[in-house]
């Protein structure tokens, strides 16, 4: 078992006040099974993108984690979700910014590329 714990900081996408630390876990079984972990909904978007570029026989995503202490980002819509509107990507004052989601599932990705010896 192969484990890297990574964070990324991002502000709200319309309060630039707030401030989301965001704690990810990318987890290798056996070069076999890749589980990603991160606090949020996510978009089913980026849960495909996941499953399509993790390049293992069973990829897994695990959101909508507590966040102890901390501000969790809710609802984490992908680009175009956000652009549109709709549930979970309306003008909220509680959304983490746009454009988080697909910078947090490229960490995820890098980080299993790391894992698996692929990137250096």
């Known amino acids: 078992m192969k484990i890297m714990a990574d964070s990324l900081k991002f502000t709200g996408r319309f ?3 707030a401030v989301f630390n965001i704690h990810i876990t990318t987890i290798l079984l ?3 099974i890749a589980i990603a972990a991160s606090p949020g909904e996510y978009f089913v978007k980026h849960q495909l993108f996941w499953k399509e570029n993790a ?3 069973f ?4 959101g909508y984690m507590y966040n102890k202490g901390g ?5 984490v819509a992908d680009i175009r979700s956000a652009a549109y509107g709709g549930y979970g990507a309306d003008a909220s004052e509680g959304l983490i910014e746009a454009g988080a989601g697909e910078t947090i599932m490229l960490r995820h990705l890098q980080n299993l590329y790391r894992l698996r010896g692929i990137m250096k």
């Open 15 to 17: 309060n630039k006040k």
């Open 55 to 57: 390049e293992v026989p």
């Open 71 to 75: 501000r969790g980002p809710g609802y």
């Open 30 to 32: 056996n070069g076999k």
């Open 59 to 62: 990829p897994y995503f695990f």
